[in-house]
């Protein structure tokens, strides 16, 4: 299960937010829609569509306020496809967002608990919600035990971080998430506040090789080398200020925050028994997507 810290953040972020990042990911031509059918090996919606049609049980594992969930069931045959939505903390928002599609079922569940009850399904999306449990690799497990033969599952989680960003993340986080809402909004407000400035400059600047920092020699937007390499100070200026502070608050506020690397994730397909189809890393996480084959027993 999540500690009652990430839970509360997670209700408290979906709670004051029901509609935050919706319409953005269901817009093909956003930053934040391109990314996920980026990562997950899409070129377009029509990719993502073509995927999902023979696809009859689709789960949403941490649906969030079901904005993907809404993405997922908008791409997928609308006749004939199944969705379950499930989260921890906010399955009641995602069932009021989601109230005028048919077909899809919104439910309160824990990924560390028994999950067996909702049945198998042809494709599992779980993505930034692993790193937030406290055991990722058992949750990861527990999903791909509800795979149905020839199931695929599609997750993404956070990538371990250069070394002077991993530590300001820490060091922040664990000032941050003793904070109420109001007050760690407060703080993110003025993280916030630096991403932006920094955006605003458009400075692009050349970077030497640092192997000592881990840093990647290239030609890097100033924002964005602060962002890969020190501190998230996340800015899109297609969002509003408020939602690019709830972006910096859910990344500081939960304790659960765990980061990965790529042999490890690979790792929890490889004991799950799943060959895996599809890799994407970037600077800020791993993306995998793998299936179960016919002949491989449930785990």
Known sequence: MSSSNTKKTFQDKWENNAR?????????QSEICRWILQRNGFNDGQALREYLMDKRRILDAGCGNGRVTALLKEHSAPERTEIVAIDVAAAHIAEQNLRQYERITCLQRDLLNDLTDLGSFDFIYCQEVLHHTLDPRQAFL?????LSPDGEIAIYVYKKKAPVREFVDDYVRERLSILSYPEAMASCRQI???????????????IPRIDILEI???????????YHFFAKCYWNPELSYHDNTVVNYDWYHPQECSRHELQEVRGWFEDAGLQILHEYVDFYGITLR??????EERK
């Open 290 to 295: 793998g299936r179960r084959t016919c002949h």
């Open 142 to 146: 527990n999903l791909c035990g509800l």
């Open 20 to 28: 935050s990042f919706f319409a953005e990911t269901l817009n093909e």
């Open 216 to 226: 990647e020699a290239g030609e890097y937007d100033l924002q964005r080398f602060i």
């Open 192 to 206: 916030t506040e630096l991403g932006k400035k920094l955006s605003e400059l458009k400075i692009t600047i050349d």
